[in-house]
């Protein structure tokens, strides 16, 4: 008889503490999130020693929480998940700790998580008829990279910024702007008003094939632009810089997606992370993917941001496949797209 497979799962990589109990892969019975972002905003981005008090403060509340939303007990959980890296050595160590000692408490195996792999598996619980192989572009603060999904466990690494994420980019003009943190957002939300023609700002292609990405060079044309303009006292208008800022990201970052979609035959280009959430890019790849023939899936957008909900789906095919870790699974910060962890 099948057995459904219930996971607890756990994210404090960044400035998010979270737990989500997740059945079978794709099935969220609760995904409790924890932003620290009010705390981290008057300092104008995450301060690491700050976040890995706050997770240490709420990771206890927030696991009952999950457990009770999904009207489960502890006992009841086949398997503990947890985000292993990357991200914050003190904040990941809050949460490694204490999936440890839960998975240990009740004698369950216990299961590292890719930070990444988990923003890319969120689009297995919001499209429930998505399966390996497909081409994803993963941007978040951290990270921007085009990654071939050839399994569930098995990534293989397309392209990635030679520079900024483009999150992080979002940030520093948002912060050049004076519109706060987190940027993206912020950016996105203003670019509404802008016009995202009014100033020419240069689209980094790089080599012809790459799919590599640079926003540097886009980075300081907007700061530069910033600068003459306030050097010349000219009034500038925040809007039509954040649309124009914008619309250079969103072109490279698009484009090369759909690209890769087309010359890897898949029949969808999928996108993950922090920067899924922005309305430009989800408008312009729906658009490019129906002049090209390929399907444009994303996550909504509480599934874009970062949550254990993901972790649990992610874990799950790891789980399946006997995949499990130790309890000396440690933090590691650094952990690149496919790495065992
Ligand atoms: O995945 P995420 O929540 O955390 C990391 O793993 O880094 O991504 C956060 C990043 C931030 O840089 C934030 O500015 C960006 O995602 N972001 C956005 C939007 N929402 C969040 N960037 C552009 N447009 C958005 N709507
Ligand atoms: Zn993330």
Do not use: W
Not at 194 to 205: K, S
Request: one cysteine or more; proline letters at 3%; aromatic letters at 6%.
């Amino acid at each position: 008889m099948y057995k459904d497979t219930t996971i607890l799962a756990i994210e404090t990589s960044c400035d998010e503490t979270s737990a989500a109990i997740v059945r079978n892969g794709r099935e969220v019975l609760s995904n409790v999130i924890s932003t620290q972002i009010d705390i981290h905003k008057k300092f104008g981005g995450v301060v690491p020693e700050v976040a890995s008090r706050k997770h240490l403060e709420n990771i206890n509340m927030i696991v009952q929480e999950a457990l009770q939303q999904a009207g489960i007990n502890l006992e009841k959980v086949d398997a503990v998940a947890v985000t292993s890296g990357p991200g914050l050595v003190g904040a990941l160590l809050i949460g490694l700790t204490t999936a440890k000692a839960l998975a240990y408490s009740i004698n369950k195996p216990l299961i590292g998580v890719h930070h990444i792999e988990g923003h890319i598996a969120a689009n297995y619980i919001e499209h429930k008829e998505l399966q390996p192989p497909f081409i994803c572009l993963v941007a978040s603060g951290g990270h921007s990279h085009i990654v071939k999904v050839k399994d569930y466990d098995s990534f293989e690494i397309l392209g990635q910024t030679r520079d900024d994420a483009a999150g992080e980019a979002f940030d520093k003009i948002a912060r050049a702007l004076g519109l706060g943190y987190p940027g993206g957002p912020l950016i996105d939300k203003i670019s509404l008003k802008g016009n995202p023609e009014a100033i020419h700002f240069p689209r980094a292609f790089l080599e012809e094939g790459s799919y590599d990405f640079s926003f540097s060079g886009l980075k300081s044309a907007a700061l530069s632009y910033l600068n003459s303009m306030k050097m010349k006292d000219e009034k500038i208008n925040i809007a039509d810089v954040a649309a124009s800022f914008q619309a250079a990201v969103v072109e490279v970052l698009a484009e090369k997606l759909i690209r890769a979609a087309v010359e890897h035959n898949s029949k969808y280009a999928v996108l993950a992370g922090g920067v899924a959430a922005n309305s430009k890019l989800r408008q312009e790849l729906q658009c490019l993917g129906s002049q090209r023939g390929i399907e444009v899936l994303f996550p909504s957008s509480i599934l874009c941001t970062d949550n254990a909900a993901m972790i649990g789906s992610a874990a799950y095919y790891r789980y399946i496949r006997g995949v499990v870790s130790d309890l000396t699974l440690n933090a590691r910060p650094n952990l690149t797209i496919g790495e065992r962890v």
